[in-house]
């Protein structure tokens, strides 16, 4: 059993029991208005899917930003727009926010730019039925921004938000994260030290599932080089392996000595080998020239590193520069590392989190929800504040197809969702 596995079974079992708490007599309210709004939320989601916010078109990231910035000080909210440097070719983040000092610190986690941008052929919504719609970043995740929106609203409109500190944080660029992440996630990073619980809203992964631990990414490049000879030299000892067996060596020895590790994946998305090697980082595109009868005297190869911790990112970095050092006859070998997202690992802080979410839906009818596998999650904005705050993810929509043109939305339980999101956040900032 993987050790994810028995500590959540643990958690159940044992851990975290709490009183049941049925719906009282203001959530009765909560939830009558979150039904009252629920036409409306949706004419909302449909009115901001239609607006383009590729993560590169940033005209549309901050028009978007604009339709929330006026509806969330419509419900009382401040709202601020943090510009990126030009060059790092980024829109910048909306933030909104009420500040109290009762209760816990919530901060609230979406963001604004979707994967299709302004020559994608999918763009507007359309729905296929009552329950269904085709929503270019509708699931992913402009669904979950409009969850937290009337979710607020709904508290807001019973005056339930007073004294409370809230941060709403929509990044303007989750998707193709800025750079450099010292400055492109400070804003988030330094809202997190100001919270007490951190939110995310991505896509949910099922009606009863939510995420307590996500895993971070890295990149990692592989660069080789080999004596360039005739062919029939190969394997001499004045010619050696060259570059492609030099290379091939490494991957197999990744994979040989590190792929049965648990919530560890390292993928090489991209292998180019020949006399000469050239990659474009914009474009990502490369070309290659080579002869069969001429050793291979340059490789390269490009991959992702996913890990469900730091300690596991660097042990395996660690152990892949050992078999990089390793190198065949007259070849040597680089390897370096880029940091993209940290970790998000299971805490006994998520874990509580999730038993308060859990008994929100037993009280609401529900059903009981469970912590969802992180190997079969990407990463998100919520780790990057993972180390300061308690946090849970997956609170979004529902639906299917992120990141593709056949990505739909759930309408039939946006209501649903809405509801337990508003019961939820009730519940936090009372305590």
């Given at each position: ?35 009252k709004?629920?036409?409306?939320a949706?004419?909302?989601l ?12 940033l ?16 419900i ?102 800025g ?38 990414a ?35 020895e ?14 090489p ?33 490009k991959?992702?590193l ?16 050992e ?5 065949l ?26 038993n ?69 956040i ?6």
């Open positions: 059993m993987r050790p994810y596995l028995l500590l959540y079974l643990l958690f159940w079992t044992f851990g975290y029991t709490a009183l049941s708490q049925k719906i009282n007599r203001t959530e009765r309210k909560i939830i009558n208005t979150v039904e709004n629920n036409q409306e949706i004419d909302f449909e009115n901001v899917v239609n607006i383009n916010s590729g993560t590169l078109n005209s549309g990231v901050r028009e978007t930003a604009v339709v929330f910035s006026d509806a969330f000080s419509a009382g909210f401040q709202t601020r727009w943090i510009e990126m440097p030009e060059e790092m070719n980024r829109a910048g983040h909306l933030f909104a926010e009420t500040n109290g000092s009762k209760g816990n610190r919530l901060l609230l986690i979406g963001h604004l730019d979707t994967v299709f941008e302004e020559d994608s052929p999918f763009q507007r919504f359309e729905k296929v039925n009552d329950s269904i719609a085709k929503a270019p970043g509708g699931n992913d995740m402009k669904g979950g921004n409009v969850i937290i929106l009337y979710a607020l609203k709904a508290l807001q409109e019973h005056g339930l938000l007073k004294n409370a500190q809230i941060i709403v944080a929509f990044t303007g660029d989750e998707e193709s994260t750079k450099p992440l010292e400055l492109s996630r400070k804003d988030l990073i330094d809202a997190a030290k100001r919270s007490d619980i951190a939110l995310g809203f991505e896509t949910s992964t099922g009606f009863n599932y939510a995420t307590v631990a996500r895993r971070g890295s990149g990692w490049q592989l660069e080789i080089e080999g004596k360039r000879a005739h062919s029939s030299g190969i394997f001499s000892d004045r010619v050696g392996a060259g570059a492609v067996f030099e290379m091939s060596r490494i991957l197999h990744f994979y040989r000595q590190l792929s049965e590790e648990d919530l560890l994946t390292f993928n998305g991209l292998v180019m080998g020949g006399t000469f090697v050239g990659f474009d980082e914009k474009t990502s595109r490369g070309d290659v020239y080579g002869k069969s009868n001429v050793v291979a005297q340059t490789a390269l190869a991959g992702g996913r890990f469900i911790s730091e300690a596991q990112k660097e042990n395996a970095r660690a152990r892949m520069s078999i990089v050092a390793a190198s006859p007259h070849t040597s070998a680089t390897i370096s590392f880029t940091d993209s997202y940290p970790a998000m690992p299971p805490s006994e802080g998520n874990l509580a989190l999730l308060k979410l859990n008994q929100v839906s037993l009280d609401l009818d529900q059903g009981k929800v469970l912590a969802y596998d992180p190997g079969k999650r990407g990463a998100a904005d919520t780790s990057f504040v993972a180390a300061y705050v308690d946090c849970l993810d997956g609170l979004g929509t529902m639906g299917s197809g992120a990141h593709t043109p056949e990505e739909t939305v759930n309408l039939k339980s946006f209501e649903a969702l809405t509801k337990r999101a508003a019961v939820y009730y519940r936090l900032i009372k305590e």
